[in-house]
């Protein structure tokens, strides 16, 4: 700008410190960088306490995000607008002076001591203790294929299963599950961060070479904390003693254990009968290798968790105990796959799967009465709710005969947990996690225990972690779906219900349904959420649909009809082959539904009272006089 009169140069005007603040976008800058940096912590925590990152990786992330926020309101202040931008000496002062304080923060987040709060926001997520490394528990780590063939892995895996099944029958071992033994397969992690992650004392890890039936098995007993060996011992056997083999492998280790060679003391007792031989299965040793082969491979092939695998599982068990009708593990597997055959194959139904399971469960049981898979086999709800005080009484005897048995807890668990009594079930949900924890179904109970006892925040927190651990469980999904609804929380429920849907147990009809209920869920049409899910009740008793599937009653009480969530929650408890709406009854969600007669009349039907009252009553109910219950 110019003088008219002499043509000098004039001093521009001193502009407003805050406007041009405003015409810089400064606080816009600042706005957004501070909404990123806080995704970023969080995305961080949930990781790190998915995979216990060490504390360091959490500094340098914030030292780097401390440190960008002066610059990015350098930058700012420079592309904040168009034009030229020029730099006073205020504007200089107040930038070195951010660059300063940015500099100083990072300075005392690199050397803060190890137990400094770093983290801009922390998720409150539940993880194994970092306790002392426990001298009883024990991991079968996968063993390592030494055969030709890379097909043989199956094998290996299945021998590793198998010695976990043997130390798991031996008094006062806590055998890790294998799940999670099996979650280091393929990586190079050092054996101490192993044992703390699964907080075992005791490694088992070894090789199989295989050559036609000739099996030759590397073992070793490892200490977590050292690496040192503790034992080890080579075995060269045919396929058809392969029983015995891991008999004298359960045998050795828990000789060496009960010696206290953890160097913690009070090692494990060893399990012997009279004759000094740990008895693993009743039914004697393999008499037929192709068969036991077999079995190994139809157990690797059911446990993906696919249908097409499951499929193929389900035909090698079959060829197994073709070839040997006396192999008790086959039958007993055999009986469990069938329990769920009728929900991904369309041309078996419930009455034939039912049929299926009764037959090789009374075979594996006239084989080995001790089999804890064969005695907790379930066909969906139907045995089950007729018989509750019968099965609570054989899943107890169970579970106090094999302590730390995963499938006897599990089932004892799923029925607790089914006829509402989550107080009792917790400590064994907690002793699940503590055996399997890199499991995404056991962290997965053990918080929905937690959720349902009134822990809210640490349950869903583990159920996250439960999906972080395995994002593709449809298990956690579902509770995490039914805890969503419970909190209102409508678009993070439908983030769920739509992966389900996505997955092969749904048709296509269902599927469309689904995106229905979700489309009216997302718009908050409540009435037209209320009004489709009442029309879909006498297609669900058709069984066109199958809305336990859906979890219709689940939504019903999103869309506030309690009369309506109580008629289907009817329809879908009452129908035998329905295996996860029991499980829903008892959320804080279905409080306004449990007070309805609809409710109560199910409560009779499925013949729970009686069982209450001689077992113990569900939390949210309680007698009223001799003959009557009332629930809230």
Request: aromatic letters at 8%; hydrophobic letters at 45%.
């Amino acid at each position: 700008m110019t003088d008219d009169q002499t043509g000098r140069e004039m001093p521009l005007a001193a502009p407003d410190f805050w406007g041009r603040i405003r015409e810089h976008k400064v606080v816009q800058w600042a706005l957004a960088y501070l909404g990123v940096a806080l995704a970023l912590a969080h995305g961080e925590d949930l990781v790190a306490h998915a995979f216990d990152w060490p504390e360091i990786v959490a500094r340098i992330l914030m030292s780097l995000l401390v440190l960008g926020f002066p610059l990015a309101l350098t930058i700012a202040w420079y592309h904040g607008h168009r034009g030229a931008k020029r730099l006073t000496a205020g504007e200089a002062t107040i930038i070195a002076l951010l660059l300063l304080i940015g500099a100083g923060l990072l300075t005392l987040l690199v050397h803060a001591p190890e137990n400094a709060p770093v983290k801009v926001t922390q998720a409150v997520l539940v993880k194994p203790a970092p306790a002392p490394l426990n001298s009883h528990a024990i991991a079968v780590l996968p063993f390592e294929n030494m055969s030709a063939d890379p097909g043989q892995n199956y094998f290996c895996d299945g021998i590793a299963e198998e010695i976990m099944d043997a130390l798991v029958r031996l008094p006062g071992m806590q055998v890790i599950g294998r799940t999670s033994s099996f979650a280091f397969k393929g990586q190079n992690v050092d054996l101490r961060t192993i044992g703390e992650k699964l907080g075992a004392a005791n490694l088992v890890q070894g090789s199989v070479r295989r050559d036609g039936n000739r099996v030759r098995i590397d073992v070793q007993l490892v200490r977590a904390a050292d690496g040192v060996e503790l034992w080890s011992q080579s075995f060269d056997r045919d396929l058809s003693d392969i029983l015995k083999v891991q008999e004298d492998i359960a045998q050795a280790i828990s000789q060496k254990l009960a010696g206290g060679v953890t160097g913690s003391g009070g090692g494990v007792a060893p399990a012997a009968t009279a004759s000094g031989t740990v008895v693993v299965h009743d039914s004697g040793n393999i008499t037929n290798g192709p068969a036991y082969d077999k079995y190994l491979e139809g157990k690797a092939l059911f446990d993906k968790g696919d249908i097409d695998n499951m499929e193929s599982g389900i035909k090698a068990l079959e060829e197994a105990v073709a070839l040997d009708p006396n192999l008790a593990p086959a039958w007993a597997e055999l009986a469990h796959a069938y329990g769920f055959q009728y929900l991904y194959n369309k041309n078996i139904t419930f009455a034939q799967a039912s049929a299926r399971v009764a037959a090789a469960r009374a075979r594996a049981l006239a084989l080995d009465p001790k089999s804890v898979t064969a005695l907790l086999v379930v066909p969906g709800n139907a045995e089950m709710t007729a018989n509750w005080s019968a099965y609570d009484t054989l899943a107890h005897k169970v579970v106090a005969a094999n302590p730390n048995n995963i499938a006897a807890l599990t089932a004892y668990m799923n029925l607790l947990i089914e006829s509402g009594r989550a107080r009792v079930a917790l400590p064994y949900a907690k002793q699940l996690y503590a055996l399997d924890p890199l499991s995404s179904r056991a962290a997965s109970f053990y918080g929905y225990m937690l959720y349902l006892t009134g822990q809210r925040a640490e349950g869903k927190a583990l159920i996250d972690r439960a999906l972080v651990l395995n994002p593709m469980d449809f298990i956690p999904r579902f509770l995490r779906e039914g805890v969503e609804l419970g909190e209102d929380t409508i678009p993070a429920a439908v983030m769920d219900a739509r992966f389900l849907l996505q997955s092969g147990a749904y048709n296509d009809a269902e599927r469309k349904f689904g995106a229905h209920v979700i489309a009216l869920a997302l718009a908050g049409d409540k009435k037209g959420l209320s009004s489709l899910i009442r029309q879909s009740l006498p297609l669900a008793h058709a069984g066109t649909l199958r809305t336990d599937w859906l979890d219709l009653d689940r939504w019903a009480m999103a869309a506030g009809d309690a009369k309506l969530a109580a008629d289907a929650m009817m329809e879908e408890s009452t129908r035998p082959e329905n295996r996860f709406s029991l499980l829903w009854r008892w959320t804080p969600l279905f409080g306004p539904a449990r007070a309805t007669p609809v409710f109560k009349a199910l409560i009779v039907a499925q013949k729970l009272p009686p069982y209450w009252r001689s077992h113990g009553w569900a939390d949210v109910c309680a007698p009223a006089g001799s003959s009557d219950f009332s629930c809230h």
